[in-house]
């Protein structure tokens, strides 16, 4: 539906007006209250260097909260909290962009509940309040900011650590689908008045975080700006509040964030996923009818995880969320653990009946299957591989060269100082690669190299990049993005001669080698990434089946402060030709691993174990190599 036809449809009338002649003097101080701290009062409130104003309406409460970016400034955000639901905290979508997407969102105010969003760029959104939908005709256009990432600013595609590497240009092919989201038939409001368009903060978050994993949040007290994987760790105190305090010893959920908490579990895994392939619920159910139907499929532990994750007691809704992303949702991605910092809380008393519970939750759970597959195939080769290459990251044997990356790091801090001329090249994965190569150079025998990616775990795309550009010279990555059902290419400059400067003279660095990449079950994400990119570019895949893996992380956020990490819908990795990862990569030259059964003397379960001595004899794939290419 386009946004004219939409407009065209029925207004509908708000079943209450938004005006001054029904404020209540108790109604007034209800609402006031509500908008402190969860749990705190207007005294507390400004105690806590935060202010509650008069309330524009009974409808509402305002709160100015500070914002926490590395440290507590003094900018500050106004917050609503709607009498409907108390506790949870919603923010104009104009402002969040201020904050998060660089500024230059208008909001068209077309008197009937519905409203039309512009981006700095020109791309809509169409907002219904009453219905609670939102409709967007090209959503990439809409949240992506590409001029704001060439900038620098934390508001694009892919904002990377990597200065060895910068975004050049995102090229989407075909048109793009529309996308609806509908937070009605989920239970989450939506306002909107003469001044913005009103959503939960969590909501703003999961729907506009990148695969950099830039997000906002909000602990009752301040609001958060975070980037990459790091969730609290800025801030020690970030779950020391009375609320959180209260949950943990033994008081319920406030009801309204329980409530919403669920309804944004649904917002997050119908819309935000990725729908990797490999997820133990229903995806068509997922997908067409949401979260709460595809568990109820599930049958009695379905029933069991939804009251689980609805509970207002806090020990019971961390177990459901530990389970939720350990069994159901277990793709190797996903992790809806909440991360509070009381498993380790020392001997806290105030935390003892929730580590008691927590603790006896864990012993319940043990290893998914992919968890056992990944540990397995890691333990099994690292016990076999050569010390010279673990040691040195490089082995050579005749006219083959190994070069081992366990995972595609960066090292930000190492790199600034090399460019400074303040240190070595970094042994991140990039720096790793690069004196790899080198070393191959200086060595007048090499013509094949093979990167063993045979216990690589993933890590960032950014590396996996810079690192397949500068053995080959390609300069992209493919994707698809789930919402749009786009594909795209993402274009990059990289600093192959590594002088700090992004110009032709990058384009010179050759190193003309025949590729392999070393793979198993261990290789999973990027690990199993960059052998379809090897093979793209002409190289052989030796091993065993690589482990699958084919979404960037997003993170999403709930209400109460927590923050999940999840197989995100905005970058599934792709090869040239779109193929699917998720199944990993069927190598060219397969290792024969003997298989040894037995019967597990407690739980009595056949258990198979691989022999991965093959890993460990170098120079016998070194020779196999060779000869691939020579034939």
């Not at 506790?87 to 208008?106: N, P, Q, S």
């Not at 007691?313 to 996903?334: A, K």
């Not at 597990?600 to 016998?620: C, M, N, R, V």
Request: one cysteine or more.
């Amino acid at each position: 539906m386009n946004r004219s036809s939409l407009f065209k449809l029925k207004a509908y009338k708000k079943t209450f007006k938004r005006t001054a002649a029904v404020m209540a003097a108790a109604v007034l101080i209800v609402t006031m209250l509500a908008g402190c701290k969860q749990g705190e009062s207007a005294v507390q409130a400004a105690e806590n260097g935060t202010t509650v104003q008069a309330a524009e309406s009974a409808e509402y409460a305002v709160r100015d909260v500070k914002i926490f970016d590395g440290e507590l400034t003094e900018r500050t955000v106004p917050l609503r909290f709607y009498k409907e639901a108390p506790h949870v905290a919603y923010m104009g979508i104009r402002e969040y962009f201020d904050l998060m997407l660089g500024g230059g969102l208008t909001v068209a105010d077309h008197g009937d509940g519905t409203f039309t969003l512009t981006n700095a760029k020109g791309a809509e959104a169409d907002v219904d309040t009453v219905k609670g939908i939102v409709i967007m005709e090209d959503m990439p256009s809409f949240d992506n900011y590409l001029e704001d990432a060439k900038a620098g600013v934390q508001s694009s595609f892919k904002d990377s650590p990597a200065p060895y590497l910068r975004l050049r240009e995102v090229v989407y092919e075909g048109e793009p689908e529309p996308v609806t989201f509908d937070f009605g038939a989920l239970g989450i409001a939506i306002y909107g008045d003469e001044e913005d368009v009103w959503f939960p903060v969590s909501i703003l978050s999961s729907w506009f975080t990148d695969i950099a994993q830039n997000r906002l949040t909000y602990n009752g007290k301040y609001l958060y700006k975070f980037s990459g994987e790091s969730s609290y760790t800025r801030d020690l105190e970030y779950f020391d509040t009375e609320y959180m305090d209260g949950v943990l010893q033994g008081q319920p959920r406030d009801e309204d964030l329980a409530s919403e908490s669920y309804a944004e579990l649904g917002f997050v895994f119908r819309y935000m996923y990725g729908y990797p392939g490999t997820t133990g619920l229903d995806p068509v159910v997922l997908r067409d009818q949401g979260l709460d139907a595809a568990l109820k499929d599930c049958g009695e532990s379905g029933q069991e995880l939804i009251r689980e994750l609805s509970s207002r007691d806090m020990r019971e809704f961390w177990h459901g969320m530990y389970r939720l992303s350990g069994t159901v949702l277990e793709d190797g991605h996903n992790d809806t653990s909440l991360n509070i910092g009381v498993v380790d809380a020392g001997s806290d008393e105030r935390y003892q009946s929730f580590r008691e519970f927590t603790w006896n939750a864990y012993s319940e759970g043990g290893m998914s299957e992919l968890e056992q597959k990944l540990t397995k195939a890691n333990l099994g080769i690292f016990q076999v591989r050569p010390e010279e290459l673990t040691q040195n990251k490089y082995y050579s044997s005749g006219d083959t060269a190994v070069i081992l990356l366990t995972a595609f790091t960066v090292d930000r801090e190492a790199w600034e100082a090399f460019y400074r001329d303040d240190g070595p090249v970094p042994g991140d994965t990039y720096g790793t690669i690069a004196q790899g190569l080198m070393k191959a150079a200086e060595d007048g025998r090499i013509r094949n190299v093979i990167i063993d990616l045979s216990t690589n775990g993933g890590g960032y795309s950014d590396a996996a990049a810079a690192c397949i550009s500068l053995m080959t010279g390609r300069d992209y990555l493919c994707g698809y993005d789930e919402l749009s059902k786009q594909h795209f290419k993402v274009y990059f400059d990289i600093d192959r001669n590594l002088d700090g400067e992004f110009d032709e003279k990058d384009e010179e660095v050759h190193y003309d080698y025949h590729y392999g990449a070393l793979v198993s079950n261990a290789s999973f994400s990027c690990g199993n990434l960059f052998p379809f990119l090897v093979r793209d570019e002409g190289g052989v895949v030796i091993g065993e089946r690589s482990g699958g893996g084919v979404c960037s992380i997003q993170k999403a956020v709930l209400s109460e402060g927590f923050d999940i990490r999840i197989s995100g819908c905005k970058f599934k990795l792709t090869d040239s030709r779109n193929s699917d990862f998720e199944p990993g990569i069927e190598p060219d030259i397969l290792l024969e691993l003997p298989v040894e059964k037995a019967v597990d003397d407690i739980t009595g379960k056949e258990t198979e174990t691989k022999d991965y001595s093959a890993y460990g004899d170098l120079d016998k794939i070194c020779e196999e190599v060779s000869e691939w290419f020579a034939q």
